[in-house]
């Protein structure tokens, strides 16, 4: 394949997978960035979570809260579970990869705050483990998910499930609604 056939593949696999959104998944976002929104408002912390990529997309989603998004305004509680690697190389050599986040939510999370499990699979061990967690502290717990959801969506309280099997672009969406949320609260914060 030449580069401009794989330039326009992208693109239009991408614009593809946005046109394939419909209502129900916007009511899902509604639902998701009313829930951070009133979480943060009653003080409490926005904890991510996700592997490879998808912890890429919790360290820069988090920091749009702690810093900012498009206003200045008063920095929100978001934390990233990706980013203490002393935490992450401890656990999961002194018990096992898959608690490298459930570990952190237990020492970190407090009832009232909100996880969200970035995965485009959503079956990785560690992110199961984090979601069950979250149900026994009492944490509510968002999904942004890929493919059909996996089992993380059955753990999920809320979900947005990316309805395409290719990574990237299920990634792609996953900022977009990343950014989306950001701007709804943004917005919340205004009022």
Same mark, same amino acid.
């Given at each position: 394949m030449e580069q401009?056939?794989?330039?326009?593949?992208?693109?239009?696999?991408?614009?593809?997978?946005?046109?394939?959104?419909?209502?129900?998944d916007i009511k899902s976002l509604e639902k998701i960035a009313s829930l951070i929104s009133k979480k943060l408002i009653n003080g409490n912390k926005i904890i991510w979570c996700g592997n490879g990529g998808s912890a890429s997309d919790c360290q820069h989603l988090s920091a749009e809260f702690v810093g900012r998004y498009k206003k200045n305004r008063k920095a929100l509680s978001s934390i990233s579970l990706t980013t203490d690697t002393s935490a992450l190389t401890c656990i999961s050599n002194d018990f096992s990869y898959e608690y490298i986040f459930s570990r952190q939510l237990e020492a970190l999370g407090n009832r009232g705050d909100v996880l969200v499990a970035i995965s485009t699979s959503g079956n990785s061990k560690n992110i199961l483990s984090v979601l069950k967690t979250a149900k #026994? *502290? $009492?944490?509510?717990?968002?999904?942004?998910?890929?493919?059909?959801?996996?089992?993380?969506?059955?753990?999920?309280?809320?979900?947005?499930?990316?309805?395409?099997?290719?990574?990237?672009?299920?990634q792609e969406i996953h900022i977009l609604i990343g950014h989306i949320i950001c701007e709804i609260i #943004? *917005? $919340?914060?205004?009022k």
């Open positions: 401009r056939e794989l330039i326009k593949l992208s693109i239009s696999e991408h614009i593809n997978v946005l046109n394939s959104l419909n209502e129900d #026994e *502290l $009492d944490i509510a717990s968002v999904g942004l998910l890929g493919k059909k959801g996996g089992e993380s969506k059955d753990l999920c309280d809320l979900s947005f499930i990316v309805p395409s099997c290719t990574t990237a672009r299920i #943004e *917005l $919340d914060y205004e």
